[in-house]
């Protein structure tokens, strides 16, 4: 049985429901397609169409599900992220457009600072759903890529994307660093996006993160400095020389953490890059010998 509705109407509906309830209108038409299994552009062409009416019952409910603050990768359970589809759940961040900056200027910085013919050696800490390590495996055939979290379920994430994706991460369970240094390994790079949000933000975000992404993964005290320095600390027992480190930070922070690698490696070379938006996203560091 088909509705009375067309396909656009029921969009226009939805879209204007979200908007009403302070969320994006384009989650109606992410909504559709994932109900429908239409490309984009198969929901361009039938935008006329009627809508048939078990899909339209299964649309609106998740509609009101987002209207209500699920976000709208926990309904469809993916996320796209430099090309490729991952998995995420409530156990694991939401990828977000700025680590998608993280990670091409981190290829670029690989790229131009390391020439030798053994492998590069990468360490992602705080892997969550694998976004910055898989990637990075995939985009650099040759390197060798670890990853830490000490969230066993995060990583239950991160190695179903590795394996779908056809990865070729190792990953790790432990507090930062430990699990490498415990083992003795060295490398040549840490690439890291982690908690930096200060506790006393949590009051003016939106209850769609605050409820449904993992605080252990958003959060940090001493003003959301409180992981880089636990880190910075913790770097120098794995990275050899020369080394790169890449940092995903808050607004804002670029100084503090500067200062923070600074004092480690006084001599290091430490660049802050803001993102697309203008705002500080990434800090860099090359340290030589």
């Known amino acids: 049985m088909e509705t009375t509705q067309k396909v ?70 993916n996320e796209e992220f430099y090309g490729r589809t991952f998995e995420v759940n409530s156990n694991v961040l939401i990828p977000r457009p700025e680590t998608e900056e993280l990670v091409y200027l981190m290829l670029e910085k690989i790229k131009s600072s390391f020439h030798s013919t053994s492998p590069v050696r990468i360490v992602d800490v705080g892997a969550g759903s694998g976004i910055i390590s898989i990637t990075l495996s995939l985009e650099l055939a040759d390197a060798e890529v670890f990853a830490v979290d000490i969230s066993q379920k995060a990583l239950n994430v991160a190695n179903r994307n590795n394996d779908e994706l056809n990865g070729s991460v190792t990953f790790f369970e432990g507090d930062l660093l430990q699990p490498l240094i415990s083992a003795g390994e060295k490398v040549d790079v840490v690439v890291s996006n982690p908690p930096y949000i200060p506790e006393s933000d949590r009051v003016f975000m939106k209850g769609n993160v605050t409820d449904h992404e993992p605080s252990l993964a958003l959060f940090a005290d001493d003003n959301g400095l409180a992981i880089y320095k636990q880190l910075i600390a913790q770097i120098p027992k794995v990275l050899s020389i020369p080394g790169l480190i890449g940092f995903e930070i808050g607004h804002n922070q670029g100084e503090a953490v500067k200062n923070l690698i600074l004092s480690t490696y006084p001599q290091a070379n430490v660049s802050i890059h803001n993102d697309i938006n203008g705002k500080e996203r990434i800090v860099f560091a090359e340290v030589r010998g």
């Open 8 to 77: 656009y109407e029921v969009l226009r509906w939805a879209s204007s429901f979200l908007e009403k309830s302070s969320y994006e209108s384009t989650i109606a038409e992410r909504l559709m397609i994932h109900h429908t299994g239409w490309s984009r552009a198969e929901l361009l062409t039938k935008l006329q169409a009627p809508l048939p009416a078990k899909v339209h019952e299964a649309f609106l409910n998740d509609v009101k599900k987002a209207a209500n603050g699920t976000p709208v990768q926990h309904i469809t359970g």
